[in-house]
């Protein structure tokens, strides 16, 4: 049996080196990526009270060129078109409590996400077909949920 040689020696350490590497490069990765997240609260951050639970705003259909959006107003629900691209809004439609009440009892609203891969409809009394995001709303029935909370507060007195 011979010695080993110096390039045994560099072989050997080599190679223990690349285990200890790939053990530090496997704790940090379980660390970084493969450990679910964990939110912190933050103690000097105080409870915002003023802050809105319920948004009177809510985008529905947003692309590079419009935003749509619903405002609830005291005086019931208005749908908003805006051009990006020349800063120009306007009202498109506007329901008044009158309006909702009936829409409500008669249940008539609806969401359809059809065969699109980017957008949806939805219908609201008698505004039928307008048009909705899905990156905004991935599931219909969010969609269908949040027009009936705008509608039921719209409609309050």
């Known amino acids: ?9 560099i072989s050997a350490i080599t190679s223990i080196m690349a285990t ?19 939110q912190t609260p933050d103690p000097k951050a105080g409870q915002d ?3 809105e639970t319920e948004p009177t705003i809510v985008p529905v259909f947003k692309t590079a060129k419009q935003l749509t959006t619903l405002h ?3 005086l019931g629900l208005e749908c908003h078109l805006a051009d990006k691209s020349s800063d120009k809004g306007e009202r498109q439609w506007f329901l008044s ?3 909702i009440k009936k829409i409500l009892a008669a249940n008539d609203y609806s969401v359809s996400p059809g065969i699109k891969a ?10 039928r077909n307008w048009l909705y995001s899905k990156s905004l709303f991935p599931e219909p029935d969010y969609l269908h949920g949040m027009l009936g909370d705008l509608l039921k ?5």
């Open 49 to 51: 009270n003023d802050a």
């Open 72 to 74: 609830l107003t005291p």
């Open 20 to 38: 200890l590497i790939a053990g530090v490069a496997a704790y940090y990765a379980y660390k970084q990526y493969l450990q679910p997240p964990v």
């Open 153 to 157: 507060r719209a409609g309050k007195p």
């Open 118 to 127: 980017r957008s949806g409809t939805f219908s609201v009394g008698p505004r």
């Open 97 to 99: 409590k009158e309006q």
């Open 1 to 9: 049996m011979t010695d080993p040689s110096i390039t045994d020696w």
